[in-house]
């Protein structure tokens, strides 16, 4: 996990007006908050955003947010909960920053990758169906792994990695339940077959859906 620093004004004023004026100026509209605080409105410089998150290219950043508020100023440490995109342009319009103590659990979704070529894909021709692409999980800021290792390598025909088989990384639990499945290989008759029942039943919805209408 990368840590940076961010100067962030705290406005006084919400509002589609607002946003787009600020917007225009070259800053990105935001809120903070988190458990037991009063959420806090927020504007950050947009080039300086991207400018970290080029850096970090996709890991995860903990920032220490320096809130800037009518000449007083105080420090807030906080995630990235949530991006707003625009729709045309995929520009940044607005950022859900997560509050977050250096001494508090949080739950946090993870990436799961997987890593190695399964032997039921390269040996006995099956093919490998990923049922979960994160895990949640609890763990302090600091220890957010940016993504879990899952290695498929030993993995056979009909055989599947369920989530109590993988070990999380030091200081970190996984929240999900232990029995569900993260990836399994199947053989690619059973594919060919679940593909066509899939089909089979939005078919029959087709035919409802025109009888009722």
Do not use: W
Not at 15 to 32: D, F, N, S
Not at 38 to 43: E, F, G, I, N, S
Not at 143 to 168: C, K, Q, R, T, Y
Request: aromatic residues 4%; glycine residues 8%; proline residues 6%.
């Amino acid at each position: 996990m990368l840590k940076f620093e961010m100067e962030a004004t705290v406005r006084d004023k919400t509002g589609k007006g607002v946003a787009r004026k600020l917007r225009a100026e070259g800053m990105i509209p935001a809120i903070l908050y988190g458990p037991g605080s009063t959420p806090v409105p927020l504007a950050v410089n947009a080039f300086d955003l991207q400018k970290m998150l080029t850096r970090a290219k996709g890991e995860r950043i903990l920032f220490t947010l320096n809130l800037k508020n009518n000449g007083a100023s105080e420090q807030r440490l906080a995630l990235i909960k949530e991006f707003q995109f625009h729709p045309v342009n995929d520009s940044i319009q607005h950022i859900d920053f997560y509050e977050v103590s250096m001494d508090r659990e949080l739950h946090v979704e993870v990436p799961v990758k997987l890593v190695g070529k399964a032997r039921g894909v390269e040996v006995e021709k099956g093919v490998l169906e990923i049922k979960r692409r994160t895990l949640e999980v609890a763990c302090l800021p600091t220890n957010i792994p940016d993504e879990i290792e899952v290695d498929v390598s030993d993995l056979g025909l009909g055989e599947a990695i369920h989530i109590g088989d993988i070990e999380p990384p030091e200081g970190v639990r996984i929240i999900d339940p232990p029995r569900l499945t993260i990836v399994t290989i199947v053989g690619s008759g059973a594919m060919e077959a679940a593909t066509e029942e899939e089909a089979e039943e939005g078919l029959e919805e087709e035919v409802v859906e025109t009888e009722e209408a």
